[in-house]
């Protein structure tokens, strides 16, 4: 894979890039560029047909210096030993900007998980659940949903991790199911907390979302309830796509039946509009842009062209550093991933504190916790970017890499 859309040699160029402003030392910088552990498995599990086949799981633990690692797992066929550890990495400077008491984490199967049956599917989680036992737990590192997981697959790991050590864990995992200990609010935070730091931005600027045109792109948990979360607030949602493509209406596109038909038929493709491709979409002339997809969609070669003011993040890593410097000498504001999408690993944290309490909170709690949280993240990390005249993806690296340093000055000698 080339430098430029590597994923962990971004992590590492973006580490790199606010090393001098905060003054880290080389051994810092060191310490920092790679995954405190890495953990690669062969995973066994047998198919429908008998055949045994051989996956490879993933776990990278980035930093436990504020705490245990934290971060999602991802079944899918591109994953690689890079990906994860770019995205522990990225886990680790997210939980720094919303200031929560962890470290960064990411998992991954190496498998085209959608493909697979239902009972195939359980076969794998736990088979893969079975290797992973030994290397998580509440104090030490605490798994997700991510990409192609929701609670079911969380639900199969709490499962065989409680027969690991003989009793139930619920807080070994976060995105549970609610009647297993999973927390109100979880399945919708992530897009959530995306809408309240868009309302935020708004809200600073003097503006009003009232008729503001979006562009979403990937139509997951993420993507739909950011969707329908910003429609509720009156701006208008006029593209939608998902792995197989997009549509278009100028009216705007009902974001209810397009979940209700994505549900149905699994993909956006046939619901009323033009067809477009994911390329076509990041372009559309509309005023807010959410990648909500995968890694690499603004890059070098289409940031240019797109003509959105505003991007939030929804997805992990979508916009490369090359696209970064473009877009903000176009005046693009770019509300990054470890800001915009930290509303997800914000109520995980809540639904691990609900876990170890044993006492568990309302929605509306849940809600308008992570919206003080979304609001005051998005304020400081607005702040440092006009300090220090630099886009938003620079400023929140400031906030959160100084948070992790000034961890680990304390506790070692780095
Ligand atoms: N996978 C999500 C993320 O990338 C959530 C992680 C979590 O809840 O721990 O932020």
New binding site residues.
């Given amino acids: 894979m080339p430098e430029q859309t590597n994923p962990f040699a971004i992590a590492r160029q973006q580490l790199h890039a606010v090393a001098d402003k905060l003054k880290l030392s080389a051994a810092m910088i060191g310490f920092l560029s790679e995954p405190e552990a890495l953990h690669v498995f062969t995973v066994p599990f047998a198919r429908d047909d008998g055949r045994i086949e051989v996956v490879t799981g993933i776990r990278a633990q980035h930093s436990f210096a504020r705490g245990p690692a934290?971060?999602?797992i991802r079944f899918h066929p591109d994953v690689t030993i890079d990906e994860v550890k770019a995205l522990s990495m990225w886990?680790t400077w997210?939980c720094a900007v919303v200031d929560i008491p962890y470290g960064g984490g990411k998992g991954g199967l190496v498998i085209d998980y959608k493909a697979l049956s239902q009972g195939e599917k359980e076969r794998l989680t736990r088979a893969f659940a079975r290797r992973l036992t030994k290397v998580i737990g509440p104090d030490f590192d605490?798994p997700?949903?991510?990409v192609n997981t929701g609670p079911q697959e969380m639900m199969w790991i709490a499962d065989e991790y409680g027969h690991f050590v003989g009793h139930p864990e619920p807080a070994v995992i976060?995105?549970k199911p609610v009647d297993c200990g999973g927390s109100l609010g979880r399945g919708s935070a992530?897009g959530r907390g995306l809408v309240f730091c868009v309302e935020r931005y708004f809200e600073n600027h003097g503006m009003s979302l009232k008729g503001k045109t979006v562009a979403v792109q990937g139509f997951g948990n993420a993507g739909q309830y950011a969707a329908r979360l910003i429609a509720g607030l009156g701006a208008s949602v006029v593209a939608i796509s998902d792995s197989q493509g997009g549509v278009f209406h100028d009216k705007g596109i009902s974001v209810g039946a397009a979940i209700d038909h994505k549900t149905r038929t699994g993909q956006v493709a046939g619901l009323d509009g033009r067809a477009i491709s994911n390329a076509e979409l990041l372009e559309l002339d509309v005023d807010i842009l959410i990648p909500a997809a995968l890694e690499n969609q603004i890059t070098g070669s289409n940031a240019g062209r797109v003509k959105a003011r505003l991007i939030a993040e929804a997805a992990?890593g979508p916009t490369t550093p090359e696209a970064d410097q473009i877009l903000f000498a176009r005046g693009v504001t770019v509300i990054p991933d470890i800001l915009a999408?930290?509303g997800?690993?914000t109520v995980?944290y809540f639904e691990w504190v609900q876990n170890r309490q044993r006492y568990y909170w309302t929605e509306e709690d849940v809600n308008s916790r992570l919206r003080e949280i979304m609001r005051r993240s998005l304020d400081q990390v607005e702040r440092m970017a006009a300090e220090h005249k630099c886009h938003w993806r620079e400023a929140a690296y400031l906030l959160a890499v100084a948070r992790v340093a000034g961890a680990l000055r304390v506790t070692r000698d780095l």
Avoid: F, W
């Fill in positions: 934290k971060g999602g886990m997210k605490i997700a949903p991510d976060t995105g992530t992990n999408n930290a997800g690993v995980s």
